[in-house]
């Protein structure tokens, strides 16, 4: 089974550029982690969403799901390996906590890294808030023989927890397109400050931005990736980061006077994993465009966002 993770992460890592390896790995990384945990990607049953003060945490199955997004999955686990690396310059022989919020039914993004660095070398705490999450992946590595990377099991909300030691990497995936639904956002304002001084947070950067969109242009580059669509920024809404970790303030900004081919204002989310890992518009789920309105009518006013935390995380717009 080792053997499995070791391909799988090689995969991942060292061919960014090869869908096929990719797409073939995290496949092959379900068929071997679903009948140990009892938990398939996408297949009801095992626990449902929880719905907390500042956000829904998905059910194991979805949570599950997350791995066969190849992309997705292949771009974190690279901006962690090298955040990884990093911190083993900064904190030479010093085993390194690893805080892994949300990690879900298997901890999709650690899990493969486990043949690349000794259980010397990195402590996994793993938190959830759903406790069918912590069984399953506490049985996938007893299972894989991977206990003594892990810490401790934590059951407990990412947004209000409080770390016993501060670590030295934070990884919380927490998130939809736009910053929607899920606590990611409350759970980087509580988890970055606990940081140790020199830490990084996984991801190192999220940024939302207004965009003039024309839909049936963006699905001809769908299908035909050497198709540019026309696009028509109109400015940031919000960054959030592990250097300008501050909650939301109200963002105006201003239509053009003339629309051209795009008359659809969409939120476009543009996320950095770490330096130069990144993904942007339509890479995965977590970046398709999320639709505002149509803006025919609108040339030249002035469009006001906010995002309104709780149960429901949101952005919220009005016009003037």
């Known amino acids: 089974m080792k053997e499995i993770l070791k391909r799988c992460a090689d995969s991942l890592l060292f061919y960014p550029d090869d869908y ?39 059910s194991p199955p979805h949570a ?3 791995l066969l997004e190849g992309q997705r999955t292949s ?15 900064i904190y030479p022989s010093t085993r390194l906590t690893i805080l892994y919020a949300g990690c879900g039914p298997y901890a999709t993004l650690v899990t493969p890294l486990t043949t690349l660095f000794k259980a010397e070398e990195i402590n996994i705490q793993m938190l959830d808030i759903n406790p069918i999450c912590l069984e399953a992946v506490k ?3 007893t299972e894989l023989g991977l206990s003594a990377y892990v810490g401790s099991y934590i059951c407990e909300d990412a947004t209000v927890y409080q770390a016993e030691i501060p670590p030295h990497l934070i990884i919380s995936e927490t998130m939809m397109h736009a910053l929607v639904r899920e606590p990611q956002v409350a759970i980087m304002l509580n988890l970055i400050p606990q940081l140790t001084p020199g830490g990084l947070f996984i991801p190192q950067e999220i940024t939302v931005s207004a965009t003039l969109l024309n839909f049936s242009q963006e699905s001809k580059r769908c ?9 028509t920024s109109v400015g940031k809404i919000y960054t959030i980061s592990q250097h300008n970790c501050q909650k939301h303030q109200p963002v105006t900004v201003r239509m053009p006077e003339n629309f051209e081919e795009t008359k659809e204002l969409y939120l476009l989310t543009d ?19 999320v639709k505002v309105q149509s803006v025919e009518g609108y040339e030249g006013r002035d469009v006001t966002f906010e995002y309104i935390m709780g149960e429901k995380p949101a952005f919220r717009h009005h016009w003037s």
């Open 75 to 89: 771009v974190f686990m690279r901006g962690i390996y090298q955040a990884i690396l990093k911190l083993k310059t």
């Open 64 to 66: 599950a799901f997350c």
């Open 223 to 231: 299908l035909d990736a050497s198709f540019n669509p026309k696009r």
């Open 139 to 141: 049985k996938l590595y």
């Open 20 to 58: 096929g390896h990719i797409y073939g790995a995290v496949r092959e990384l379900h068929k071997l982690y679903a009948p140990i945990t009892g938990i398939t990607a996408g297949v009801q049953g095992a626990g449902s969403d929880i719905y907390l003060p500042q956000g829904k945490a998905i």
């Open 271 to 289: 996320i950095r994993v770490f330096n130069d890992q990144k993904l942007s518009i339509n890479d995965c789920s977590l970046n398709i465009p």
